[in-house]
């Protein structure tokens, strides 16, 4: 267990609507992450945020949108979703916002039918 | 930008010893990762090796590092059917804390 959760574990929905997902950091973690694992992309980096502020932006559509709160939690909002978001969603997290291990979650599994 | 492959397969039989391999293309990365991912399950960071290290061991684990050719392995001693996974290679870009991944390696341990 790496300390960093995230919820839901499974997400089914349809095309056009909008989804939340949630990850609460491990204890004294200032940075979150958040990855997006496809089968034909890959493991990709879509966003960091440190201590409330971005930090530094991946590949991450306009569609998505990410914000982390005072008490450090981090929201990752997709919208207008289409088939192609059905991913594997990660967050991790770190206590600094350089270049310190990260710890991953077990991820959340959309999937837009 | 940053690129970092793998090869995609490798198969062994329990009791030897597993290589994977990686490559990337940026020089400035100071942290590069070794994560570990069962299936349906998350990433499980299982080493990692600063850039200025040649070679890191933690009990079966062997990280070597080749920072003029820009080559990492992972070195698995005595492959036991548990270490059945995919593993990915991740280096820092920059200064950032981004992690650039590369596209996984299945390793497959025969009994």
């Known amino acids: 267990d790496s300390g960093v959760t995230q919820t839901p574990k499974h997400l089914i929905t349809a095309t056009g609507q909008r989804v939340t997902l949630r990850c609460s950091p491990r204890?004294?973690?200032?940075?979150v992450y958040w990855y997006q694992q496809s089968l034909d992309q890959g493991l990709q980096f879509l966003i960091q945020?440190?201590?409330?502020?971005?930090?530094a932006k991946g590949n991450i559509l306009e569609r998505f949108s990410a914000q982390q709160f005072p008490d450090l939690h981090s929201e990752l909002n997709l919208s207008s979703l289409e088939l192609g978001d059905s991913a594997l969603y990660f967050c991790?997290?770190?206590?600094?916002?350089?270049?310190?291990?990260?710890?991953f979650g077990p991820g959340t599994r959309l999937l837009v039918l | 930008g940053e690129d970092v492959e793998q090869s995609l397969f490798l198969s062994v039989r329990e009791g030897d010893s597993s290589v994977i391999n990686c490559t990337y293309t940026?020089?400035?990365?100071?942290?590069l990762y070794w994560y570990k991912q069962e299936p349906g399950a998350g990433l499980q960071l299982l080493t990692y090796?600063?850039?200025?290290?040649d070679m890191k061991q933690d009990q079966r684990l062997t990280v070597l590092l080749n920072k003029k050719d820009k080559h990492l392995s992972l070195r698995i001693a005595d492959t036991q059917t548990g270490d059945s996974a995919i593993y990915f290679c991740?280096?820092?870009?920059?200064?950032?804390?981004?992690?650039?991944f590369g596209q996984g390696t299945t390793l497959q341990v025969k009994p």
């Open positions: 991740a280096v820092t870009q920059g200064n950032t804390g981004k992690l650039i």
């Open positions: 204890s004294g973690d200032l940075s």
């Open positions: 945020y440190y201590n409330g502020e971005e930090r």
């Open positions: 940026d020089s400035s990365s100071t942290y």
């Open positions: 991790a997290s770190s206590v600094d916002q350089g270049e310190e291990t990260q710890y």
């Open positions: 090796i600063f850039s200025n290290m």
